[in-house]
């Protein structure tokens, strides 16, 4: 399974944003898939996941209430809507696919990873 990464870019607080990953192929479907991100000078952490019916989602605190994510199966595609970017946002984002078909916050249950792509929230 190949994962790729889009929709990153440079935008100014208070912008939205919509990053897409796309899977390389349907088996996709049955597996819950998640976001992360890395700023610089920190760790990878989590931001977003939704079970493979999409009926499920958590989010990490911060993000909540400003970023959604959501899935398209028959794209074999997951997005994730960014809204109200603040400059803490900066990060490149990754998405994952899960062993498993549920939500997970936890980074070594993702077993594919996309390359990333970079966002920048100017102030």
């Known amino acids: 399974v190949q994962l790729q990464a889009s929709g990153g870019g440079l935008v100014q607080a208070g912008d939205s944003l919509t990053l897409s990953c796309a899977g390389s192929r349907r088996t996709s479907s049955n597996n819950g898939m998640g976001w992360f991100r890395r700023a610089p000078g920190r760790d990878r952490e989590f931001v977003a996941s939704?079970?493979?019916?999409?009926?499920?989602?958590d989010y990490t605190d911060s993000v909540k209430g400003r970023f959604t994510i959501s899935r398209d199966n028959a794209k074999n595609t997951v997005y994730l809507q960014m809204n109200a970017l603040k400059p803490e946002d900066t990060a490149i984002y990754y998405c994952?696919?899960?062993?498993?078909?549920?939500?997970?916050?936890?980074?070594?249950?993702?077993?594919?990873w996309g390359q990333g792509t970079l966002v920048t929230v100017s102030s």
């Open positions: 939704i079970s493979w019916r999409g009926t499920s989602t």
């Open positions: 994952a696919q899960s062993r498993y078909s549920t939500t997970s916050r936890r980074s070594d249950v993702y077993h594919y």
